[in-house]
């Protein structure tokens, strides 16, 4: 069974750094593109970041360019979203998601049918 499996959220000051992981089980990560969205509350899910299967493409949402990082480790079957330089604007539930080749651009939920449980990132003082 397809399963993918978010870690890393919780409470940070404005200001502050995380890294989210999304780990994959029953399935080999590098034949999909993945993504990483979020929702807050009384939000439409958006995209934030997608990579290619082969991580030589990326894209990243106007509010989180030059901030986070997305990047996968295919032999440890993990893609990460490093996030820099947190805002309170950034608080939401954080999925990731998989999708088949050729998914990642653009980086929308409707292309990406696998989804991961999600993880609370708060940024508040």
């Known amino acids: 069974q397809l399963q993918l499996v978010e870690s890393g959220g919780g409470l940070v000051k404005p200001g502050g750094s995380l890294r989210l992981s999304c780990a994959a089980s029953?399935?080999?990560?590098?034949?999909?593109?993945i993504g990483w969205f979020r929702q807050a509350p009384g939000k439409e899910r958006e995209g934030i970041s997608c990579?290619?299967?082969?991580?030589?493409?990326?894209n990243y949402a106007d509010s989180v360019k030059g901030r986070f990082t997305i990047s996968r480790d295919n032999a440890k079957n993990t893609v990460y979203l490093q996030m820099n330089s947190l805002k309170p604007e950034d608080t939401a539930v954080y999925y990731c998601?998989?999708?088949?080749?050729?998914?990642?651009?653009?980086?929308?939920?409707?292309?990406?049918?696998?989804w991961g449980q999600g993880t609370q990132v708060t940024v508040s003082s």
């Open positions: 029953g399935f080999t990560l590098d034949f999909y593109d």
């Open positions: 998601a998989a999708s088949q080749p050729g998914s990642w651009d653009p980086c929308v939920p409707d292309e990406f049918p696998f």
């Open positions: 990579i290619s299967r082969s991580g030589g493409g990326t």
